[in-house]
């Protein structure tokens, strides 16, 4: 199961009163895309639970035996033009209080999740997600109630399709939030902690591989240095007595930092000196023989 499924299968699972569930299935329904044969319209739904719940929905609100036929193996409905009009009827008695009502509201946005939502999944690199709506109506109440809730949906047009997207991770919790999908937000927030401490430690993993290169390279010159210095006495009369040990320390220690450097340094001989002047030190030994 995707994570677009999870989500939807907690829409549908949640605790909806009768007016927002009658919400939930109006959304849903007029975004899926019914179909008219033989003066008889015909709606497929390919998710399993989706369809249950329509099934469930359509069956509670059906007048007469003829104006509704369900085939459960294909998951196919079919729908009396009569029957039709009276959803649609239902749904145009609620509109306006849809779009006054806070709760209504979320039940609006949980159902255009429903039928036309997907979200990208774990393994996805970059987060994404998305509602696309073909019904002009319902568009147009979902733009003055996003306008309303300020949800930082982007938008582009696909031919004759609106999508609405979010691709910032914190907006799209805010949005699992609101659509009580509590457990999937908990699954999204849990999965991006562990991108972004998989995605630290990779940085850190390149900051230690980049100071190691670093400390190689300035010990292969120090290294140097002090091969010289330490055989040849006019070099040495250049360095004080603290100075000479850290040379000795450097060519026993020699893939070592500074920070280790000034462990091993206090350690051997007792004595607490700073990085920077370990570094100090080190530089000037270069220095003498470059000079």
Known sequence: MNFSERIKNEILNN???????DVIFCIAFFLFSYKLKNEIYYLKIK??????????????????????????????????????FSIKNKFLKIEEEIYKNQELNKALIAGAFLAKGSITNFSTKNNYLEIRFKNNRIYKLFIKINNKLNFKFNYIKIKDINCFYIKRAIY??????????????IDFEENRIIQDMNLNLKRAEVIEKFNQAKINKNAKKEIE??????????????????????????MEKKNSSLEDLKYHFFLKYQKNISKSTIYNWLNKMIQIIEK
């Open 15 to 21: 605790n909806w009163n009768e007016k927002e569930q």
């Open 172 to 185: 799209i919790s805010d949005f699992l939030k609101y659509i009580k999908a509590t457990d999937s937000l």
């Open 47 to 84: 998710n399993e639970k989706i369809f249950l719940f329509f099934m469930q929905y359509l069956k509670n609100i059906n007048k007469k035996e003829i104006d509704l036929k369900i085939d459960q193996e294909k998951k196919i409905f079919f729908l009396s033009s009569e029957f039709l």
């Open 225 to 250: 240095a002090i091969s010289i210095i330490l055989n040849e006495p006019k070099y040495l009369k250049e360095l004080t007595k603290e100075q000479i040990n850290l040379a000795k320390l450097r």
